[in-house]
């Protein structure tokens, strides 16, 4: 089973300033990481996943993320802020899929709220 | 439409009414996912089609009723709901799941929700 904790509930920032979103994760397999972003009256947009390979990942609207498997993270970064920034932001797992039923179960973290100010 | 489309966007229901959601995917996918996402908890997966084959029922209440028609389409019948079923409802849907041939990836795409509330 795996668990993901996003320690943050809300996150706010001026805008033009730079933004870390932490996550931490708890799985007894390798897993694939994402963060997903969810604008206000919207569903979720993947931002970034990280599969296998480089540890940094770039995703869209300039965030990337950084894979720490010794510390179990996938904490998510932004240099400077917008505010159309301003969302909810999900951290989640998942195992690989391995044929049958494996159909990619997500694990979510409970979400951060990122409000950017002028 | 493209993406994944849901309706209505907002419902508001008494406890004692029957309705239901639906969604559908412009994307050629094969499997489709009900998420139940409450404030302040972690988005709670309800149910998975794979093909058009229940797969996962996540101990959801009987008062959630899927139905899976196509590989298109997915619908989430309520009957006899309780006020703390007040969510946003998600659907999303992916290509074809768990294939050993893929790269094992399969994305996962959201719907913009059903806001349900339940009086």
């Known amino acids: 089973a795996q668990s993901v904790t996003q320690l943050d509930s809300q996150v706010p920032v001026f805008e033009e300033a730079p933004v870390e979103l932490r996550c931490n994760y708890s799985s007894s397999v390798s897993v694939y990481l994402f963060w997903y972003v969810q604008y206000p009256n919207q569903g979720l947009q993947l931002l970034l996943k990280?599969?296998?390979?480089?540890?940094l990942v770039k995703g869209i609207n300039g965030f990337e993320a950084e894979f720490n498997k010794s510390q179990t993270s996938f904490h998510l970064r932004k240099p400077s802020v917008h505010i159309s920034d301003t969302a909810e932001y999900f951290c989640a797992v998942r195992p690989p899929s391995a044929g049958g039923t494996s159909y990619g179960k997500l694990t979510f973290g409970q979400g951060t709220i990122l409000t950017v100010h002028p | 439409e493209t993406g994944v489309t849901q309706t209505p966007r907002h419902l508001v229901m008494g406890m004692t009414n029957k309705k239901s959601l639906k969604c559908e995917q412009h994307l050629g996918h094969n499997a489709m996912y009900w998420y139940k996402q409450s404030a302040k908890k972690p988005l709670e997966l309800m149910f998975v089609y794979s093909l058009e084959e229940r797969v996962e029922n996540n101990s959801v209440p009987s008062r959630f009723s899927p139905e899976c028609p196509n590989s298109s389409h997915l619908f989430l019948h309520l009957h006899t709901l309780q006020p703390e079923d007040s969510a946003l409802y998600l659907c999303a849907s992916s290509p074809f799941p768990g294939s050993p041939i893929l790269s094992s990836y399969n994305e996962q795409f959201f719907g913009p929700g059903t806001r349900l509330t339940v009086l």
């Open positions: 990280y599969l296998s390979g480089s540890t």
